[in-house]
């Protein structure tokens, strides 16, 4: 799998869009890029994942740019129910895939 | 959506006894399943693979006759904690993924079981 660097805190106003920044230089061809987010003492909720081209669903969307060395989950508008901490793992999407994660970004979103 | 449901979500037991953490994929049939252990503060980490029919894989440096992962059908992943120890008081997560969906399917998660051995 392929390393994911992301900043380990983040802060957002409730309203405002959250862009959570994730480095995967050395992504392969057939690795995706997963985003998965844990809120205290739950299990991980999956979000959204992509290859090469944008993704966008009811959650959020993901950027991912064109060399695939780095990707952005934008949650478009942040709520207090956002504060989670969130995971980029890129990985290749195949039937027996495993995740590993790694310690992701927590987000706080404040009013 | 998929839905993987874990029972229980807590559980409290004496040290040296056994406890049992079922984990079901409820609309979807999963060949794989996936263990993870979290302890507090830190990010999960991947215990063991379970499939079904066969014996499940380790991650090293886990014992695996001391976390016994049962995949009886095809819905159903079970752990066992044998013989627990306040050291093995952790969250426990397993995850599956759609059998019948493409191979780049996300895995979906339990809500975890709090496992706290006194």
């Known amino acids: 799998d392929a390393k994911t660097t992301q900043p380990p805190s983040m802060d957002c106003a409730e309203g405002r869009a959250a862009n959570l920044p994730c480095n995967h230089s050395?992504?392969?061809?057939?690795?995706?890029v997963y985003w998965y987010r844990q809120i205290h003492s739950q299990g991980p909720q999956y979000i959204i994942h992509g290859l090469k081209n944008n993704e966008t669903n009811e959650m959020a969307s993901l950027i991912i740019t064109e060399d695939r060395k780095s990707s952005t989950l934008i949650l478009p508008h942040a709520t207090l129910r956002d504060t989670a901490v969130y995971y980029c793992i890129a990985v290749e999407g195949n039937s027996g895939y495993a995740l590993n994660f790694g310690k992701g970004t927590s987000l706080l979103v404040t009013p | 959506g998929a839905v993987v449901s874990q029972h229980p979500s807590w559980v409290i037991c004496k040290s040296g006894t056994s406890v049992k953490i079922e984990c079901r994929s409820l609309d979807f049939q999963a060949t794989t399943m996936f263990w993870y252990r979290q302890f507090p503060k830190q990010s999960l980490m991947l215990m063991a693979t379970?499939?079904?029919?066969?014996?499940?894989?380790?991650e090293q440096g886990v014992e695996k006759d001391k976390f016994l992962i049962n995949h009886a059908s095809l819905t159903l992943s079970t752990l066992t904690v044998t013989s627990a120890h306040p050291e093995d008081s952790s969250f426990y997560i397993c995850?599956?993924?759609?059998?019948?969906?493409?191979?780049?399917?996300?895995?979906?998660f339990g809500n975890g079981t709090r496992l706290t051995v006194t």
């Open positions: 050395t992504i392969s061809g057939n690795e995706y």
């Open positions: 379970s499939n079904e029919g066969s014996k499940a894989t380790y």
């Open positions: 995850s599956a993924r759609d059998a019948g969906g493409p191979p780049n399917s996300p895995l979906h």
